[in-house]
């Protein structure tokens, strides 16, 4: 999940980086920067005129009657389609663990936990903690490699710093040591406003 993230910004940023540039040689065709600032605009830099266009005839046809130009074309815009399936599919895919195996680096042969059981299990127990108004816990990641998410909402009188830490030493540590996984954990906190008191 961490990589696909870190895979969706590198491409993200660089397809602003390639809009940006493009943009900004249109921008500066168009009102013709280089005339307002009094530069001459250096010897082949494209757009530099309103009538301009980033590719001439001659350019567009100076490889065409080579061999090896249109499979290269042809090749390369396939690569890049492939590239954007690949892209799609992998924000399509399924990134629950699904069924979880039971037992460390190496477990018992058919014993799984459904990651909707395991969720339900630790959503409960942390329910129970002092301090905790209500509970809600997801599983992300792989089977082999589960993480857990914990959104609480707490009372209005208790406080962060404690109820994480029973957090981490109580439901996390038990659901740990039940799964055999180390379940890396996010927590996300809400607290319950206070009702607003009347002074008499």
């Known amino acids: 999940m961490k990589r696909k993230s870190a895979v969706n ?4 940023a660089l397809t602003g980086i390639v809009l940006l540039g493009g943009g900004l040689l249109m921008l500066a065709g168009s009102f013709d920067l280089y005339r307002s600032w009094r ?7 494209p757009l530099t005129d309103p009538r301009a266009v980033l590719l001439t005839r001659p350019d567009q046809t100076r490889w065409t009657d080579e061999g090896w130009w249109w499979p290269t074309v042809i090749a390369v ?3 890049v389609v492939l590239l954007a399936l690949w892209w799609l599919l992998a924000q399509l895919r399924r990134t629950h663990p699904g069924r979880i195996p ?3 680096p190496s477990p018992a042969d058919g014993v ?4 909707r059981a395991l969720s339900d299990a630790l959503a409960a127990d942390v329910q129970h903690l002092p301090g ?3 509970a809600r816990a997801r599983m992300s990641g792989t089977s082999r490699h589960p993480e857990a998410h914990v959104d609480l909402t707490l009372t209005p009188d ?4 404690p109820v994480l830490q029973a957090l981490c030493d109580g439901p996390l540590g038990r659901a740990r040591r039940s799964t055999g996984r180390a379940l890396p954990a996010k927590g996300r906190l809400r607290v319950t406003p206070h009702k607003a008191h009347r002074a008499e």
């Open 112 to 115: 799984e936990l459904r990651e």
């Open 39 to 45: 530069m001459a605009p250096p010897q082949g830099w």
């Open 158 to 161: 208790s406080e962060p710093g």
């Open 102 to 104: 039971v037992g460390g």
């Open 77 to 79: 815009l396939a690569i």
């Open 9 to 12: 910004r590198i491409l993200l």
């Open 132 to 134: 905790v108004l209500r």
